[in-house]
């Protein structure tokens, strides 16, 4: 089995997907492994938000607890690195500009995708979600990194706040 960078799980797989048999948790695990390969070894772009929201869905759809991730881009928006830099609870996770901009820094990124799951199952944006989005804008825009999205997980809709306008 290959070595998964530490950055893409905050804790073992069975219990992140504890609803899954172990062959399907093997399954997606295959999946990501494979993605990962094709968007980091090719330097494919997320230029398609179809293919950005299969990507983010594989990695946080299901999950029992809310995880904030980031997806660092460089300029022609090929990934440099996905990263869970926040984990919560079952109704939120705090967020922390501070963090996010020291990241964005030493991975020398040009932009980011935003994304986090709702457990609820409703991917709607909450006031909480826009507000933080917009800070983080604010927030990297003093060191001229884009953001291009912000996308929110939820059971069988993925909400981007960007095609919203939001963004």
Do not use: W
């Not at 990695?59 to 926040?86: K, Q, S, T």
């Amino acid at each position: 089995m290959k070595r998964i960078p530490r950055s893409l799980t905050l804790e073992p797989q069975a219990l992140r997907r504890a609803d899954l048999s172990p062959e399907e948790q093997s399954l997606v695990e295959r999946a990501i492994q494979c993605l990962e390969r094709t968007y980091r070894v090719r330097g494919v772009a997320m230029t398609s938000p179809e293919a950005t929201r299969d990507y983010l869905k594989l990695h946080l759809y299901g999950l029992p607890y809310e995880v904030f991730a980031v997806m660092y881009l460089d300029n022609r928006h090929r990934v440099i690195r996905y990263e869970e830099l926040f984990r919560g609870t079952i109704d939120g996770s705090s967020v922390h500009p501070r963090e996010v901009v020291r990241k964005v820094l030493t991975t020398n990124t040009a932009a980011v995708i935003f994304a986090h799951n709702h457990p609820s199952g409703v991917s709607e944006p909450s006031q909480a979600d826009l507000r933080i989005t917009q800070r983080l804008r604010e927030a990297l825009s003093l060191i001229d990194v884009r953001v291009l999205d912000h996308m929110i997980i939820g059971d069988g809709s993925i909400v981007s706040l960007a095609e919203r306008g939001l963004v």
